[in-house]
């Protein structure tokens, strides 16, 4: 009986001892962000998923999708790497490309650039609920018939999702 309890006892601190990575972050996350990547967008709704676990985070892969006021529409796609597995707080950065297509009386303009960010990130191992917060910088090269306008715009981000 001695040595079933003594073999019950180590398997279990064996589990405790041995499972220190078995923190886990849901592989899905849906989320709205205010400015952000999608620049003159006032807003963008986004889906990313964790694509690939890192010694000391992940690695996500972001699609998005803005409407303006202007008619115009933005799709930010972004790969970021998730820093700070064991925590709840994160530093997140990432790059990419934002597809614009530009609608106005004067222009009817398609125009992919890249795009970054740099963000602070909340979110709990197993947690649903995740916050974001950041600089998102986003290069405009407009090509013109008489003129190249190049635009380096650097918008703050803030996001609010749910990881599922």
Known sequence: MRRILFILLFLFTA?????QDSLYYKNNIVYAEGLGNAGYGVYSLNYERKIKETNNGFITLRVGFAYNYNKNLFFPILINK????????HFEFGGGI???LFKSA?????????????????????GKFIFRAGWTPVLYLIDSDTLITIYFLLFPGISFGYAF
Do not use: E, W
């Open 15 to 19: 589990k405790t001892f041995f499972a």
């Open 82 to 89: 998730v820093n700070n597995k064991h925590k709840k707080n």
């Open 98 to 100: 934002t597809t614009t």
């Open 106 to 126: 004067s222009l009817d303009l398609a125009y992919t650039g890249p795009t970054a960010n740099l963000m602070y990130r909340y979110q709990k191992p197993n």
